[in-house]
């Protein structure tokens, strides 16, 4: 048995993971947690590590699960190949990525970081740019902007707030 490479229709890869592991098939979905902003807080999701992207185990005998119905699947879109060949993945790839995202299952990747360059999108400092300094609690960050040429600390809700760069 294989890990293959199976590319989903956009934002389908969850659909197709379960899709595909309804009937019967192997599948693994590498997902990291990541800060989101939703609803004006700070919350935490998985995203998908490689979006549009899944792997599939599949076999080569002829007990093995026929490769036909994949592309038919709800939230498919092909399976990936090189010419008529389909696209192989290594086992040590795959636990590689599994150990990976187990690791990270811990620390989320942060929407910021403290020292990131922002920008202010509404409110009363829109336009105005400062420094991410430290996130206090879900709903309340703290930035770092020059006033009247003296840094002055303001506390916002991070949805006024933007990524430079």
Known sequence: MHWYLVHSKPRQERLALENLERQGYQCYLP???????????????DEALFPRYLFIRLGN????KGW???????????LVSFGAEPARIDD??????????????????RLFEAGDRVRFTNGPFTGIE???QIAE???RVMVLIEMMSKPLSVGVAPALLRKIG
């Not at 636990?95 to 811990?106: D, F, G, T, Y």
């Open 31 to 45: 997902v990291l947690p990541t800060e989101k902003m939703r609803r004006g807080s700070l919350t935490i999701a």
């Open 61 to 64: 005998d002829l007990s093995a």
């Open 68 to 78: 036909g119905p994949i592309r038919y699947t709800t939230g498919v879109s092909r």
């Open 92 to 109: 040590c790839l795959i636990a590689q990525l599994q150990s990976s995202e187990s690791r990270h299952k811990e620390q989320p990747a």
């Open 130 to 132: 400062g420094i991410f």
């Open 137 to 139: 609690g879900e709903k």
